[in-house]
Protein backbone atom coordinates (compact mmCIF):
# COMPACT_ATOMS: atom_id res chain seq x y z
CA UNK A 1 0.00 0.00 0.00
CA UNK A 2 1.10 3.52 -0.42
CA UNK A 3 3.74 4.51 2.39
CA UNK A 4 4.99 8.28 2.95
CA UNK A 5 7.13 8.42 6.03
CA UNK A 6 8.38 11.95 6.52
CA UNK A 7 12.03 13.11 8.62
CA UNK A 8 14.34 15.98 9.59
CA UNK A 9 11.96 17.79 12.01
CA UNK A 10 13.05 19.21 15.21
CA UNK A 11 13.53 22.07 16.91
CA UNK A 12 15.49 25.13 15.58
CA UNK A 13 16.48 28.40 16.18
CA UNK A 14 15.25 32.01 13.98
CA UNK A 15 17.32 32.45 10.83
CA UNK A 16 18.26 28.20 11.01
CA UNK A 17 17.57 25.59 8.64
CA UNK A 18 16.08 22.42 8.09
CA UNK A 19 16.24 19.30 5.51
CA UNK A 20 12.97 17.08 5.56
CA UNK A 21 12.76 14.04 3.77
CA UNK A 22 9.53 11.94 2.79
CA UNK A 23 10.83 8.77 1.46
CA UNK A 24 7.82 7.31 -0.81
CA UNK A 25 6.58 3.47 -1.78
CA UNK A 26 3.82 1.42 -2.73
CA UNK A 27 3.08 3.34 -5.70
CA UNK A 28 5.15 4.63 -9.01
CA UNK A 29 6.73 7.63 -7.56
CA UNK A 30 7.95 8.52 -10.72
CA UNK A 31 4.70 9.57 -12.58
CA UNK A 32 2.96 11.56 -9.03
CA UNK A 33 3.08 15.17 -8.35
CA UNK A 34 4.61 15.46 -4.49
CA UNK A 35 3.93 18.03 -2.30
CA UNK A 36 4.28 19.64 1.32
CA UNK A 37 1.55 20.61 3.55
CA UNK A 38 1.76 22.29 6.87
CA UNK A 39 -0.78 22.48 10.19
CA UNK A 40 -0.21 24.97 12.57
CA UNK A 41 -1.68 24.53 15.74
CA UNK A 42 -5.53 26.34 15.36
CA UNK A 43 -5.47 26.45 11.62
CA UNK A 44 -6.02 24.41 8.69
CA UNK A 45 -3.85 22.87 6.97
CA UNK A 46 -1.81 24.84 3.99
CA UNK A 47 0.17 24.04 0.54
CA UNK A 48 3.71 24.92 1.06
CA UNK A 49 5.55 23.56 -1.73
CA UNK A 50 4.38 21.28 -5.19
CA UNK A 51 6.49 19.23 -7.43
CA UNK A 52 5.70 17.92 -10.80
CA UNK A 53 6.63 14.86 -11.35
CA UNK A 54 9.68 15.04 -13.57
CA UNK A 55 10.98 17.98 -11.29
CA UNK A 56 10.39 20.67 -14.59
CA UNK A 57 7.66 22.56 -12.33
CA UNK A 58 7.59 23.55 -8.50
CA UNK A 59 5.25 26.13 -6.95
CA UNK A 60 5.59 27.49 -3.42
CA UNK A 61 3.31 29.29 -0.79
CA UNK A 62 3.75 33.06 -1.02
CA UNK A 63 5.16 32.91 2.68
CA UNK A 64 8.19 30.39 1.64
CA UNK A 65 9.27 31.76 -1.46
CA UNK A 66 12.70 32.80 -1.23
CA UNK A 67 13.54 30.82 1.73
CA UNK A 68 12.28 26.71 0.81
CA UNK A 69 13.25 25.04 -1.93
CA UNK A 70 11.48 21.53 -3.11
CA UNK A 71 13.41 18.75 -4.71
CA UNK A 72 12.97 15.02 -5.25
CA UNK A 73 15.07 11.78 -6.92
CA UNK A 74 12.83 9.75 -8.41
CA UNK A 75 15.48 7.12 -8.39
CA UNK A 76 15.19 6.94 -4.42
CA UNK A 77 11.39 7.53 -4.20
CA UNK A 78 12.30 10.27 -1.89
CA UNK A 79 11.23 14.21 -1.99
CA UNK A 80 12.76 16.97 0.21
CA UNK A 81 12.05 20.33 1.25
CA UNK A 82 15.36 22.51 2.06
CA UNK A 83 13.79 25.08 4.70
CA UNK A 84 16.49 28.27 5.08
CA UNK A 85 15.89 31.48 6.99
CA UNK A 86 13.17 29.72 9.19
CA UNK A 87 10.92 31.87 11.06
CA UNK A 88 8.83 31.51 14.48
CA UNK A 89 5.48 31.27 12.27
CA UNK A 90 7.28 28.34 10.29
CA UNK A 91 6.60 26.57 13.51
CA UNK A 92 3.60 23.51 12.30
CA UNK A 93 3.20 19.83 11.68
CA UNK A 94 4.53 18.76 8.21
CA UNK A 95 3.02 16.44 5.80
CA UNK A 96 4.45 14.69 2.47
CA UNK A 97 1.43 14.50 0.32
CA UNK A 98 1.22 12.45 -3.36
CA UNK A 99 -1.80 13.48 -5.12
CA UNK A 100 -3.56 10.76 -7.67
CA UNK A 101 -6.49 11.56 -10.05
CA UNK A 102 -8.44 9.31 -7.48
CA UNK A 103 -7.43 10.08 -3.98
CA UNK A 104 -5.07 12.04 -1.98
CA UNK A 105 -2.36 10.03 0.37
CA UNK A 106 -0.27 11.54 3.46
CA UNK A 107 2.02 10.96 5.91
CA UNK A 108 2.15 10.70 9.29
CA UNK A 109 4.02 14.18 9.60
CA UNK A 110 6.84 15.90 11.44
CA UNK A 111 7.22 18.50 13.91
CA UNK A 112 8.98 21.56 12.96
CA UNK A 113 9.25 24.06 16.45
CA UNK A 114 11.49 27.34 15.32
CA UNK A 115 12.02 29.61 18.49
CA UNK A 116 14.98 30.74 20.70
Known amino acids: QVQLVESGGGLVQPGGSLRLSCVAS????????MSWYRQAPGKERELVAR????????NYADSVKGRFTISRDNAKNTVVLQMNSLKPEDTAVYYCNAYFPSSSHWGQGTQVTVSS
Open 51 to 58: ITPTAGST
Open 26 to 33: GFTFSIYT
